[in-house]
């Protein structure tokens, strides 16, 4: 791992977290244990997040960077978890940068003004570079002090940094809320590809972006997460997405980290992914491991792939779920368990402690 570019003080260049069972399984070589950590670990499954978020908006919750370092730590604290995962929201670097968005309950992100012409595209805010002083970089500061409570508090359990990929942040934008189909972003690919292709390139650059001030105020791995990708096939995918995702997480090839690429109903652009810039890949629960890594020639170590409906599971068909992932996730050359979707926001706090101590005593 080349770590020459981060601070001094950074937990990898530092020798914090570079030995630990994350970094390591990412990193394809053995570690004291079996990783694991579960997407949407912090948050709305949790009642201490619920205390603790109890009259603030989400994106409000987001920026304050106390509050999103205690949210992250929630659940390394309750679980013992092997990595605390950012606590953030994908539209957070749009936000940022000015675009007018918010989360409303129930909906989703919800944008005043879809993005669908040049024109549109046009508009949306200067990104700058990083570490340029620019008005982006500046509104990045409460990102990059929460990251830095939280590392602090961490020690030599490692925060993931996090961003949405481009595709998914581009289809959001051009439906100016949540879509089942995304139609007017598949239709736009084709209709205006110049105007696509411009709006791709400016969310590519936010989450790269994004992902950067992460690690450089001390993540020690990110991922990227694409939401919507899988309704793409593989020529689309490639034709109008990949060349976004590798830009994104190409941001933060210098600084030497993993680099965790998940999509959802993803399995048949696993191979695609994987030359999409990731050194490792999230694998969702439709796809085996031992599947995933033969798709994709033992190349990359591999994240997941716990059912999310299994957590109400009898306890007995739970464990032997949770046994079998890790035997087929060791035919990769390394594997962090995790869930194949997000935590559900009725999952049994007690349930899930029992699945990490399950994976902590696995020989």
Excluded at 19 to 27: I, K, N, R, T, W
Excluded at 47 to 63: F, I, K, N, S, W
Excluded at 171 to 179: C, K
Excluded at 215 to 226: E, T
């Amino acid at each position: 791992m080349t770590v020459a570019a981060l601070p001094a003080s950074h937990p990898l260049a530092s020798g914090t977290t570079a030995e630990s069972p994350l970094v390591a399984a990412l990193d394809g070589r053995p570690g004291a244990h079996r990783p694991v950590w579960f997407m949407r670990q912090a948050g709305r499954s949790l009642p201490e997040y619920l205390e603790v978020r109890r009259g603030t908006q989400m994106l409000e919750a987001c920026l304050n960077p106390e509050l999103a370092a205690e949210i992250t730590l929630q659940p390394v604290r309750r679980y013992g978890v092997d990595a605390g995962i950012f606590f953030s929201d994908i539209v957070v670097p749009l936000k940022a940068a000015g675009v007018d968005v918010e989360i409303e309950p129930g909906v989703g992100p919800v944008f005043a003004t879809p993005v669908q012409t040049m024109a549109d595209v046009e508009a949306l805010p200067h990104l700058g570079t990083a570490g340029d002083g620019g008005d982006f970089d500046a509104a990045l500061e409460p990102i990059r002090e929460a990251v830095r409570l939280t590392v602090a508090e961490l020690g030599s359990t490692p925060m993931i940094g996090f961003a949405g990929a481009p595709f998914t942040l581009a289809a959001y934008m051009v439906h100016g809320r949540p879509s089942r189909d995304h139609m007017a972003a598949r239709e736009l690919m084709w209709a205006e590809p110049e105007v696509w292709d411009a709006l791709v390139a400016w969310t590519s650059q936010a989450a790269g972006l994004f992902l950067r001030a992460q690690v450089l105020a001390g993540a020690s791995a990110v991922q990227l997460f694409d939401s919507w990708a899988g309704s793409l096939s593989e020529s689309t995918y490639v034709a109008k997405c990949q060349a976004g995702s590798r830009d994104a997480l190409l941001a933060v090839e210098d600084l030497g980290v993993a680099r965790i690429h998940f999509a959802a109903n993803a399995g048949h652009l696993l191979v695609q992914m994987g030359r999409a810039g990731a050194t490792a890949l999230g694998v969702d629960y439709r796809t085996p491991l031992d599947e995933a890594a033969r798709i994709t020639g033992g190349a990359f170590p591999l994240q997941g792939n716990i059912d999310p409906a299994m957590l109400g599971a009898p306890a007995a068909q739970l464990e032997a779920h949770v046994a079998d992932v890790l035997h087929r996730g060791s035919s990769a050359p390394g594997h962090v368990v995790n869930l194949g979707h997000g935590m559900p926001p009725h999952a049994n706090p007690d349930v899930v402690k029992s699945i990490v101590e399950q994976i902590h005593s696995h020989d």
